[in-house]
């Protein structure tokens, strides 16, 4: 009897117990849906990114070139104040003429008198009138060497500023009487023939 009457006290208990897990599982289920769609709409909290780096690189960059400008190294200022940029730019140029055998066009950058060869050239007419004889005296190994300069940093001391290996020519800026400058001239041409002065002399 007491058995029974136990069996029959749980029942209800049981029934009431299930009704409750089934109730906690539906509200578990719809706090969690909720939860998860509110969650789809939220945008992620990004970590706020420093900028100032970027910012400070586009300012700098942005800066007209004026109020930054290059300063010159005066690399040859030994031989020159003028500037190093000026110096390489115009044996670039040089270096340009000889390789095209540009006679004429060097004949107006020397500075005169200048001995080639052991014959002394006392202006222009008298280089380009020897220069016609040039071609096949020609030292390979003078446009060799100047053909491997890339007139960057070139040696220089008081003399001058030297253009291939074994200074094959010199620039220097050339002064008049009164001191004035005539600019960057070829003072000296050494090596660009392979014959005797003997074969050279046609004027």
């Known amino acids: 009897m007491k058995l029974k009457s136990i069996i029959i006290n749980v029942e209800p208990f049981l029934i009431v117990t299930t009704f409750m897990s089934k109730t906690v599982v539906i509200l578990f289920i719809l706090l969690l849906s909720v939860q998860i769609s509110g969650c789809s709409n939220k945008q992620p909290d990004l970590p706020v990114q420093d900028f100032s780096l970027i910012e400070e690189k586009t300012d700098h960059y942005s800066q007209p070139e004026e109020n930054n ?4 190294n005066n690399y040859y200022q030994a031989a020159t104040s003028i500037s190093s940029a000026d110096v390489e730019l115009y044996a ?48 390979e190994a003078f446009l060799t060497a100047i053909e491997n300069e890339d007139c960057v940093e070139m040696f220089c001391n008081y003399e001058g500023i030297m253009i291939g290996e074994s200074g094959q020519i010199w620039i220097s800026e050339v002064l008049n009487a009164d001191f004035s400058s005539q600019g960057l001239k070829i003072t000296a041409i050494n090596g660009l023939l392979n014959t005797n002065s003997d074969d050279i002399i046609a004027w």
């Open 69 to 72: 400008p290059i300063t010159d």
């Open 92 to 139: 670039a140029q040089v270096r340009q003429q000889f390789l095209m055998q540009d006679w004429s066009a060097i004949s107006s950058e020397i500075s005169y008198p200048i001995t080639i060869s052991d014959i002394t050239y006392e202006n222009s007419e008298d280089f380009l009138n020897a220069s016609n004889r040039f071609g096949s005296n020609l030292n």
